[in-house]
């Protein structure tokens, strides 16, 4: 007998599996193997994050040269899709009709 029908006599109020006054459930072999599975897993884990692959000095700016390189990459690629700059004069310029070089 559930201590939750011995509290309650009618049953567990609400939903049986969550809430304050919920049924316990049983920890299972499966559960256990699981839980183990996942902590070695997570052991191991920390056992590579631990070693880094390079230290402090070669981490730093080895990446600088292929970054740069991606950004004018994608700067070149922006700007060759841009047109290219149009100026006023150039659409305005067929009203120039009546302009002669004394005025």
Same mark, same amino acid.
């Not at 839980?35 to 996942?38: P, R, S």
């Not at 070695?40 to 052991?43: G, K, S, V």
């Not at 070693?51 to 070669?58: D, F, S, V």
């Not at 730093?60 to 990446?63: K, N, P």
């Given at each position: *007998?559930?201590?939750?029908m011995?509290?309650f $006599? %009618?049953?567990?109020? #609400?939903?049986?599996?969550? #809430?304050?006054? $919920?049924?316990?459930?049983?920890?299972t072999?499966q *559960?256990r193997?699981n839980?183990?599975?996942?902590l070695?897993?997570?052991?191991e884990? @920390?056992?590579?994050?631990s070693?880094?692959? *390079?230290?402090?000095?070669?981490e730093?700016?080895?990446?600088a @040269?292929?970054?740069?390189?991606t950004?004018l990459n994608? $700067?070149? @690629?922006?700007?060759?899709?841009?047109?290219?700059? %149009?100026?006023?004069?150039?659409?305005?310029?067929?009203?120039?009709?009546?302009?002669?070089? !004394? !005025?």
């Open positions: *007998m559930f201590l939750t011995a509290l $006599r %009618k049953g567990i109020p #609400g939903k049986q599996w969550i #809430g304050k006054h $919920r049924r316990p459930r049983h920890v072999w *559960m193997r839980t183990l599975a996942h070695e897993r997570e052991a884990n @920390e056992y590579w994050i070693r880094p692959y *390079m230290t402090a000095e070669q730093f700016g080895h990446a @040269e292929r970054r740069r390189q950004w994608i $700067r070149a @690629e922006q700007t060759g899709r841009f047109r290219e700059h %149009k100026f006023v004069a150039d659409h305005l310029g067929h009203l120039n009709t009546t302009k002669t070089w !004394s !005025s």
